[in-house]
């Protein structure tokens, strides 16, 4: 009973840990944080680093896997997942539709890099680009993250993209999404 009540408690305290800074940062409808466009090396990139205790990278890159699979390994003209047991890597590429608002709406493509570690993993979302067509013709142009969201928005080079800092938020909320998504996918395997 015990360590059910740790386990419990555990999980608990990860959830508050990551809940208490999007509260720090997030304000209105949809939200605005303080740092939406994270750069690595001169690319958006958004990253966390996540301990498991007590799994063994095995373990996590099954369950981690079989979600990757589960979501991302059905149609081949959206998405793609390449991974290796053996290595502890799990690799998607995808495309989806990402509303920005109540009517905005963009096809946000991206790649997503996991590697799974003894108690631990690590996660990246790069080579992110948005087709977007602002007056919904279907006439969909490619843009680079880092033209767009760069700087929060301010180093926008798209004239087309009106609100960049709209773009930005809600890619961040996206990379927060699917991050709790693979952590989900992880705990509940523990």
Not at 26 to 51: I, N
Not at 75 to 89: N, R
């Amino acid at each position: 009973m015990d360590q059910i009540n740790s386990k419990i408690m555990k999980r608990l305290v990860i959830l508050l840990l990551s809940i208490c800074p999007m509260l720090a940062m997030a304000q209105g409808h949809k939200g605005s944080v303080e740092t939406c466009a994270p750069m690595k090396e001169g690319k958006v990139c958004y990253s966390d680093e996540v301990d498991v205790e007590g799994m063994k990278k095995g373990e996590l890159f099954n369950a981690i896997d079989k979600w990757a699979k589960k979501n991302y390994g059905k149609d081949v003209f959206l998405s793609s997942v390449t991974s290796s047991k053996s290595k502890g890597t799990i690799f998607i590429n995808s495309k989806v539709e990402l509303l920005l608002n109540e009517t905005d709406k963009t096809i946000v493509k991206y790649k997503m890099r996991i590697y799974c570690f003894d108690e631990k993993y690590t996660i990246e979302l790069t080579d992110i680009t948005y087709q977007y067509d602002p007056n919904n013709e279907k006439k969909y142009k490619t843009y680079p993250a880092e033209n767009v969201i760069a700087n929060n928005g301010k180093s926008n080079t798209i004239a087309l993209i009106k609100d960049p800092l709209l773009f930005c938020n809600a890619t961040f909320f996206f990379a927060e999404n699917l991050f709790g998504d693979v952590f989900d996918a992880a705990e509940d395997n523990n």
